[in-house]
């Protein structure tokens, strides 16, 4: 993550700050496209992982689509390049001004999550005088073994269509002359690293295939993200396998010939070239326990409060004898905490940290609580040697 020649870069700075590793996010993105390229597949990067500008025009540059969960979301896609042809829009709670201005970029699909958005979305092309390009977002009840609060796929989370509601859906959407069906979604979670979950994806979807739409071959298949990354040693894995990803769908879906397969990877694309830098302002406590105090917090990096999310951290000043400490930020908060009792080399103020893997669902997620200033952002390499590496001017 953080090779030597970065370090004097990471001194230069104003802590605390995202640090993205430019070179590591190309080598990920060409890791991707070869490997779902090989299979006809098609990603669409989930914008809501990172929507750094930079980091979007650089996805962008790869010719991947835009997975979009806000019409700004979908404003930023498009204005970071993406084509709106590519550019997918989820969400249990479009509004109708979302809903308009994405219909008016014309962008290719709309993920339909409930009977009544299907409602609002065929009024709202109507008006347009345009036809609605829309797939169901399903809710396969299908378990991601994760984290509750990114468990998206069970009965009981907010997220897609129950089989009552698909019948139902199934039933209207004949008589809403504004919307074409082309097919259908479906995003059970986050953060997994089981490929069984993903093969008990692929199984429910081919059962929900032959049950609902046997009859009407549906060209559309998006299975939606989750792919988890190696978060307690990132340096050993700094890209996640997307080939053994990818050839688990491969080998357990039973596609209706024509049928194209979408993915919508968010954290497995951007999670491992980011990391978050911070220094230490002071080392305090007595012997029962001792607490580095630094100078991010919650505010800058939420997982870890949020969801219990482990980060490594590694001290990039010091390489003393080892030592516990919980690594604590300055926000009022009992949980803003980024690690507990964890072995660092002997810390001392002034040493900078990197929490790192901090690329997905970081940045984005930053707010200025207490008044905080939002973190910066400094990049390993300037947009326009990512550019020449892909051939863009
Ligand atoms: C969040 C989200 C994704 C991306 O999930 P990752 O775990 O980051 O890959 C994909 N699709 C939808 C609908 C989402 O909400």
Redesign the pocket.
Known sequence: MISSKYISLLHENQTPFYFYNMELLQTTLAAVKHAADSRNYVIHY?V??NANERILKTIASYGFGA?C?SGNEVKAALSAGFSPRDIVF??VGKSDQEIDYALRKNIFCF?CESVQELEVINRIAGIQGKRALVAL?INPDVSANTHAH?T?GTRGNKFGLSPTELDQALGLIPSLNNLRLIGF?F?I???ITNMEVFEQLAHRINELQAQFFANIPMPYLNV????GVNYTNPEEQPIPNFEEYFSTFHSNLKLPMGQRVHF?????VVAQCGCLVTKVLYVKGDELKKFVVVDAGMNDLIRPALYNAVHKIVNISSHSTPEYYDVVGPICETTDCFAHDIQLPETVRGDLLTILSAG??GEVMSSRYNLREKPLAVYSTSIKEVYNKVGLT
Do not use: F, N
């Open positions: 989930a809501k992982a997975d969960v989820a969400g993920h977002r990114i998206t979604h995003h979670g986050s953060q939606g993200g989750g792919l919508e990877l968010g954290r497995s997905a669902y």
